[in-house]
C-alpha cells in the first residue's frame, strides 16, 4: 500500500537515505490493481514529498504504461533524477511482436521524444537483446538504427539465450552464435562510442 511505502521511506530517511529507489518489474504499473487505483505519478508525489528524500530513481517503467502525467512529473519534479531506465529490447517491430512486447517502436520513440521535450538533460539507458529467434539482418538494422536515434547513455545488451521451459527456446528460427556474437560486438561497439 501506499502508506507501507512512505512509512518505510521515512524509516529509510531517519537513517540518513537521501535517494529513494522504486524497483519494479513494471514499476510505472503500481497501483492499477490496488483500490481505489492509484497512478505511479501519486506514488512519485508522495514519495518526493517526505522529508529528506533529495533524489528518486525507479526502474523498471514499461513503455505502455507511459502517460502524459509522467512527462509533466518528469518536468516539474526536481527530486525525480533525470535518468530513466527504459527497457526497449529490439529496434525491430517484428522482434518485438515475436516477443510478446505490447509496444511497437514508434511508441517508444514516441516516449523518448516526450521525455527529452519534458526534461531536455535527461539521460536514457535501456535493455536490448541481440539475436532473438527469427532475427533477420534488416530486423537488426533498424535495432541499430533506433541506437542512433535515441543515443542511449547505455544499455545492458546481450546476446539471446534460449531457456529450458520458455516459449522462445522452441521459437524457429534460432539465430547462429556466431552471427550473434557479430551483432552483439557491432551494437556495444557504437554503444561504447556513444556513451
Same mark, same amino acid.
Given at each position: 500500500? +501506499?502508506?507501507?511505502?512512505?512509512?518505510?521511506? =521515512?524509516? /529509510?530517511?531517519?537513517? *540518513?537515505?537521501?535517494? %529513494?529507489?522504486?524497483?519494479?518489474?513494471?514499476?510505472?504499473?503500481?497501483?492499477?490493481?490496488?483500490?481505489?487505483? +492509484?497512478?505511479?505519478?501519486?506514488?512519485?508525489? =508522495?514519495? /518526493?514529498?517526505?522529508? *529528506?528524500?533529495?533524489? %528518486?530513481?525507479?526502474?523498471?517503467?514499461?513503455?505502455?504504461?507511459?502517460?502524459?502525467?509522467?512527462?509533466?512529473?518528469?518536468?516539474?519534479n526536481p527530486k525525480v533524477c533525470r535518468h530513466i531506465h527504459?527497457?526497449?529490447?529490439?529496434?525491430?517491430?517484428?522482434?518485438?511482436?515475436?516477443?510478446?512486447?505490447?509496444?511497437?517502436?514508434?511508441?517508444?520513440?514516441?516516449?523518448?521524444?516526450?521525455?527529452?521535450?519534458?526534461?531536455?538533460?535527461?539521460?536514457?539507458?535501456?535493455?536490448?537483446?541481440?539475436?532473438?529467434?527469427?532475427?533477420?539482418?534488416?530486423?537488426?538494422?533498424?535495432?541499430?538504427?533506433?541506437?542512433?536515434?535515441?543515443?542511449?547513455?547505455?544499455?545492458?545488451?546481450?546476446?539471446?539465450?534460449?531457456?529450458?521451459?520458455?516459449?522462445?527456446?522452441k521459437l524457429a528460427g534460432q539465430v547462429p552464435d556466431a552471427?550473434?556474437?557479430?551483432?552483439?560486438?557491432?551494437?556495444?561497439?557504437?554503444?561504447?562510442?556513444?556513451?
Amino acid at each position: 500500500s +501506499l502508506e507501507e511505502i512512505e512509512r518505510e521511506i =521515512k524509516i /529509510s530517511v531517519h537513517r *540518513g537515505a537521501k535517494e %529513494i529507489v522504486l524497483l519494479g518489474q513494471t514499476v510505472n504499473s503500481y497501483g492499477l490493481d490496488l483500490s481505489p487505483r +492509484l497512478r505511479f505519478v501519486d506514488l512519485l508525489e =508522495k514519495v /518526493s514529498a517526505v522529508d *529528506g528524500v533529495e533524489r %528518486i530513481r525507479f526502474f523498471s517503467p514499461h513503455p505502455q504504461e507511459v502517460k502524459k502525467d509522467f512527462f509533466d512529473l518528469v518536468a516539474r519534479n526536481p527530486k525525480v533524477c533525470r535518468h530513466i531506465h527504459m527497457p526497449l529490447q529490439s529496434g525491430s517491430d517484428n522482434i518485438l511482436k515475436a516477443m510478446n512486447r505490447n509496444y511497437r517502436r514508434q511508441k517508444y520513440l514516441d516516449i523518448i521524444a516526450g521525455l527529452k521535450q519534458a526534461a531536455p538533460d535527461i539521460s536514457i539507458t535501456t535493455d536490448m537483446i541481440i539475436g532473438f529467434p527469427g532475427e533477420t539482418d534488416q530486423d537488426f538494422e533498424q535495432t541499430m538504427d533506433i541506437l542512433e536515434q535515441v543515443r542511449f547513455e547505455h544499455s545492458y545488451s546481450f546476446s539471446f539465450s534460449p531457456r529450458p521451459g520458455t516459449e522462445a527456446a522452441k521459437l524457429a528460427g534460432q539465430v547462429p552464435d556466431a552471427v550473434k556474437a557479430e551483432r552483439l560486438k557491432r551494437y556495444q561497439t557504437r554503444q561504447d562510442q556513444i556513451t
